[in-house]
């Protein structure tokens, strides 16, 4: 499958490993049109920091997060698990890092021993929450159905989704990839909310080393962009972020980020350094 060179003509063509920008034009007008009108999409770089750290490691990593960080131009979202929430929630209070929770219940309260209800984080500090990881899919049983509930929960929690889709290796290789993206996509149309952000992350290139390539992180990221148009409105479809995660480093996020339609990442290992994070968002500045 193959997109037009310049979808939507949001940015100039890009394609080079420096993203494609004229080195004399300023980045945020070359890539970043700033009005809304205009399609502009504000980079979002996000860290999943899954089953990691304890308290004082995350403290340590948000204070090397906001030195590093200064004023930037990227949203930056991190996403520790429940227990580092109120820590990491306070260390980065006032700053421009926003905190999301890795679950939630798809209900608001109840007899759920061991969830996480919406309210509950976002009255831990968070502003976001992912749905759908692969993990949790893997690992919990997380049908189409459950995520959607779990999306219609963080509406109601005024919670900003962050919907994870994605092919496992398998279904890849069955040639099944853009079957599998309008699946899981289609099953949470129906909640999505003003705002959200979808996530791309092959099941195949998380955790394993091997990042998909920009020519095929591309193809996903325009397949889903063109699904959203169809279901949304191809000028909304425009201006709605969709992040690239699997195996991601500051050495390949460049290639990928040069890409039309790969507005930011979900990060995983490399999130945990908070240089290696750090790296990658400076390439998307
Ligand atoms: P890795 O960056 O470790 O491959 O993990 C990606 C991911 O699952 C982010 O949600």
New binding site residues.
Partial sequence: MTGPANPGGRRPPVGTASGGRNPTTPVASARYPATPASGGRRPILAA?W?MHLLRAEAVAHCRALRRGLGSSSVRVVVFPSFPLLPAVAAELAESDVAVGAQDLHPEDKGAHTGDVSGAQVADAGCSWV?CG???RRRDHGESDELVARKVAAAVRSKLCPLV?VGETREERAAGRTLEVLARQLAAVAPVLPERFVL?Y?PVW????GEVATAATAQEAHRFLRGRLGELLGAERAETLPILY????TPDNAAGLFAESDVDGF??????LDPEKFLGIITVCV
Avoid at 245 to 248: A, E, H, I, N, T
Avoid at 266 to 271: C, E, K, P, T
Wanted: proline fraction near 0%; aromatic fraction near 0%.
């Fill in positions: 999943n899954k992912l990881h692969s993990e994870c996530a992350e290139a998380i955790g394993t995660g699997g195996s991601v979900l990060v995983g290992g490399a999130s």
